[in-house]
């Protein structure tokens, strides 16, 4: 089955920095990557996603990469904020289930 | 509603005793999923529904656990004989279309076994 590896579980940076964490999945057939971000006693929270058929999206400060053949992706925060400071979780969708990353707690100092 | 609704949010139940997780999904959402999460760990799924129909129950842990939608809408996650290892944070979501495309979360229910 699918298997999801993200790293790092920690990340601490200042204020306006960048901050990027990546994933790995096993299963090549997987073919889209939701990214979640979730804060203390609340669920998940979708930020970002990408298909297969795309390498790169954005949406204002966030972009998520993918390359198919490599079986990685990676999420960009540029110019981080306090309140970006969170969980963040990567994801593959394998037959209409998502499994999940360890997750990455993101700290931004201001 | 505006969102995924999980009822109740804590649960403190005694080892043993059975308990029901209630999820109300974004009206008119076909797709619902149940994830389990433990303390620090990413969610691990449990089931999917489609409409009243599970088609997937794969992730459940044992039979103790059982999951249903009767009318395509709310569904209940039933736990029985609870043991300590079912301590977590039970998640529901939903999404508009079949598959896993654009979920919305529940803030879930915290279940702790004493």
């Known amino acids: 089955g699918e298997n999801v590896e993200q790293h790092p579980s920690t990340l601490s940076v200042q204020e306006g920095d960048s901050a990027v964490i990546k994933c790995t999945y096993s299963d090549s057939a997987s073919n889209y990557f939701p990214w979640y971000k979730q804060e203390l006693g609340k669920g998940p929270q979708l930020i970002i996603d990408?298909?297969?058929?795309?390498g790169e999206k954005k949406d204002q400060r966030i972009a998520v990469t993918l390359n198919k053949t490599a079986k990685h992706f990676s999420l960009h925060i540029t110019e981080t904020q306090p309140e970006d400071s969170a969980v963040y979780f990567c994801?593959?969708?394998?037959?209409?289930?998502?499994?999940f990353g360890t997750g990455t707690r993101l700290q931004v100092f201001p | 509603g505006a969102g995924v609704s999980q009822s109740p949010r804590y649960k403190v139940a005694k080892r043993g005793q059975d308990v029901a997780l209630r999820c109300d999904p974004i009206s008119g959402h076909v797709s619902l999923f149940w994830y389990q999460q433990a303390l620090g760990q990413g969610p691990e799924f449990l089931t999917y529904f489609q409409n009243e129909a599970q088609l997937d129950k794969s992730g459940l842990p044992s039979d103790r656990f059982f999951a249903e939608r009767p009318e395509g809408s709310v569904s209940t996650l039933k736990i029985q004989r609870t043991q300590q290892e079912d301590s977590a944070v039970y998640l529901c979501?939903?999404?508009?279309?079949?598959?896993?495309?654009?979920?919305?979360f529940g803030s879930g229910t915290r279940l702790t076994v004493v």
């Open positions: 979501a939903s999404s508009l279309a079949a598959g896993t495309y654009g979920y919305t």
């Open positions: 994801a593959a969708d394998n037959t209409d289930k998502l499994i």
């Open positions: 990408i298909r297969s058929n795309v």
